[in-house]
């Protein structure tokens, strides 16, 4: 994503998240999608201020499209069932991309 981009995306505040997590709780939707839809930001921009707020480097899905996956060292049923990727750069590095910072499930 654009540095320029980043450095203009406003941050999510603390209560946000709170009051995005208890609506999860009751309605069972996650609370990425919560926040997006309170946020009233366009999808590009709301993964920057997500990003920005939680200290996590946002890509874009053009950039994500560009990436190699690496299915050799993370295979394709495992990302899907968790809901990332990881992939590899035009410099062989490795980046884990997700979509979920807030699911539980993905940090095992």
């Known amino acids: 994503m654009n ?7 406003p941050l999510i505040l603390p209560d946000d998240v709170a009051k995005a ?4 709780r009751a309605s069972g ?5 919560i926040l997006e839809e309170q946020s009233e930001l366009l999808p590009d921009k709301f993964v920057a201020a997500l990003g920005a ?8 899905m053009r950039e994500l499209d560009g990436l190699e996956p690496a299915f050799d060292l993370l ?3 495992e990302a899907l069932a968790h809901g990332c990727v990881l ?3 035009a410099e062989a590095q490795l980046l884990l ?3 979920d910072p807030f ?3 993905l940090r095992p």
């Open 21 to 24: 997590r208890a609506s999860a």
């Open 75 to 77: 295979p394709y049923t």
């Open 29 to 33: 939707k996650r609370i990425v999608d």
């Open 87 to 89: 992939a590899r750069d």
């Open 53 to 60: 707020t939680l200290g996590y480097t946002a890509v874009s």
């Open 97 to 99: 991309a997700f979509g």
């Open 103 to 105: 699911d539980p499930a």
């Open 3 to 9: 540095p320029r981009e980043l450095e203009s995306a």
